[in-house]
């Protein structure tokens, strides 16, 4: 059974960094596409940044450079480092990963760790 657990979120103040951590009970390598996603209180949830396989990234215009994902395949572990942070990045941030046969693909899901914005 696939579990991705994350960590790093917290309360910084603006201006401030942060550096989220995923880690997976199965080898990352699996996975097509690893990346984080946000959901702020009555939003929708939205992709943050990914990174396939391969290493490309896609980022949200919002938090292009700023934020940075990148994964590490010996430890299983995607991070999202996080930088200049501005009371909008204030959200739940969830780490996903598609997986799984290509006939059959499957969306994994974290349980999403707090991290807000505040001075």
């Known amino acids: 059974q696939v579990q991705l657990v994350e960590s790093g979120g917290g309360l910084v103040q603006p201006g401030g960094s942060l550096r989220l951590s995923c880690a997976a009970s199965v080898s990352i390598s699996s996975f097509y596409i690893v990346g984080w996603y946000r959901q702020a209180p009555g939003k929708e949830r939205d992709l943050v940044a990914r990174i396939t396989s391969g290493r490309s990234t896609n980022y949200a215009d919002s938090v292009k450079g700023r934020f940075t994902i990148s994964r590490d395949n010996a430890k299983n572990t995607v991070f999202l480092q996080m930088n200049s942070l501005k009371p909008e990045d204030t959200a739940v941030y969830y780490c996903?990963?598609?997986?799984?046969?290509?006939?059959?693909?499957?969306?994994?899901w974290g349980q999403g760790t707090q991290v807000t914005v505040s001075s």
């Open positions: 996903n990963a598609l997986g799984g046969r290509p006939e059959h693909l499957t969306d994994y």
